[in-house]
């Protein structure tokens, strides 16, 4: 088994004896929390306005106050 040298020894999972490869991060501890803490899907806000935005099932969210939309390409 070669081992990822950008995974620390101790971080290393295993599996009825075999390695788990573990995903590498595509966001640190903080850009995760400023996700949680701004976007409207966790804050049910405009992160612009603070206006309440509604969502319908499958839309993105859009805000009827002042236009903000997101067209950021974020797949959680």
Not at 10 to 15: F, R
Request: with cysteine.
């Amino acid at each position: 088994m070669m081992s990822d040298p950008e995974v620390p020894e101790d971080d290393q999972s295993y599996y009825a004896g075999e390695e788990v490869i573990q995903p590498v991060q595509r966001w640190t501890d903080a850009e995760k929390l400023t996700l949680l803490d701004s976007h409207p899907m966790f804050t049910g806000r405009c992160p612009n306005c603070e206006t309440p935005i509604p969502f319908g099932e499958r839309s993105l969210p859009k805000c009827r106050h002042c236009g903000w939309s997101d067209d950021s390409e974020i797949s959680l």
